[in-house]
T-cell receptor, first 113, second 109 residues
Framework: EPEVTQTPSHQVTQMGQEVILRCVPI?????FYWYRQILGQKVEFLVS????????KSEIFDDQFSVERPDGSNFTLKIRSTKLEDSAMYFC???????????FGQGTRLTVV | RKEVEQDPGPFNVPEGATVAFNCTYS??????FFWYRQDCRKEPKLLMS???SGNEDGRFTAQLNRASQYISLLIRDSKLSDSATYLC??????????FGTGTSLTVIP
């Protein structure tokens, strides 16, 4: 069964460092998303990506964040200068159509120390 | 106003019980509705889409009430393995899914 894969599963980084979280969406999907979930809190939308550009972003997704689809399979989230409050689980998701259900990867747990 | 609201629970029910969750959404232009299940420290997994006419998948029944802007999930004959957090998700005209805070369910032996 096709699935969204994310790497690494856990990343520990020092405050101020840059991190890149990687995702491989389901191959025939066209819409890609990043969400984050701080421990014990709700799943929060960060950004959606379609047709090689950002289609929507939340207020959380400020200038410290960027996304890229560097090739036909990978979808990355970069955090330029991490803060302690960036510590969370980051989920990548993809869907085949705009209105269709989204399938989530297993997440990357980011810990900023 | 929150896009999607859920009662966080927790709901603690005995095995075999029937339990229902509701979720309300604020955007009347919302187009797609889903229920996801999330186990502790895991990713949300799609449980079922919610169709206008209502739909059933085994012990699970989902319903949509557009007039009142809510969706519901009914779980019959609860199993221990149903213990999880249930998230409703709503998609409007944009490209993002809005998630509720989730409703925690614990099924007790």
């Amino acid at each position: 069964e096709p699935e969204v894969t994310q790497t690494p599963s856990h990343q520990v980084t020092q405050m101020g460092q840059e991190v890149i979280l990687r995702c491989v969406p389901i191959s025939n999907h066209l819409y890609f998303y990043w969400y984050r979930q701080i421990l014990g809190q709700k799943v929060e939308f960060l950004v959606s990506f379609y047709n090689n550009e950002i289609s929507e972003k939340s207020e959380i997704f400020d200038d410290q964040f960027s996304v890229e689809r560097p090739d036909g399979s990978n979808f990355t989230l970069k955090i330029r200068s991490t803060k302690l409050e960036d510590s969370a689980m980051y989920f990548c998701a993809s869907s085949s159509q705009g209105a269709a259900e989204a399938f989530f990867g297993q997440g990357t747990r980011l810990t900023v120390v | 106003r929150k896009e999607v609201e859920q009662d966080p629970g927790p709901f603690n029910v005995p095995e075999g019980a029937t339990v229902a969750f509701n979720c309300t959404y604020s955007n009347s232009a919302s187009q797609s509705f889903f229920w996801y299940r999330q186990d502790c420290r895991k990713e949300p997994k799609l449980l079922m889409s919610v169709y206008s006419s209502g739909n059933e998948d085994g012990r699970f029944t989902a319903q949509l009430n557009r007039a009142s802007q809510y969706i519901s999930l009914l779980i019959r004959d609860s199993k221990l393995s149903d213990s999880a957090t249930y998230l409703c998700a709503v998609k409007a005209t944009g490209n993002q899914f809005y998630f509720g805070t989730g409703t925690s369910l614990t099924v007790i032996p």
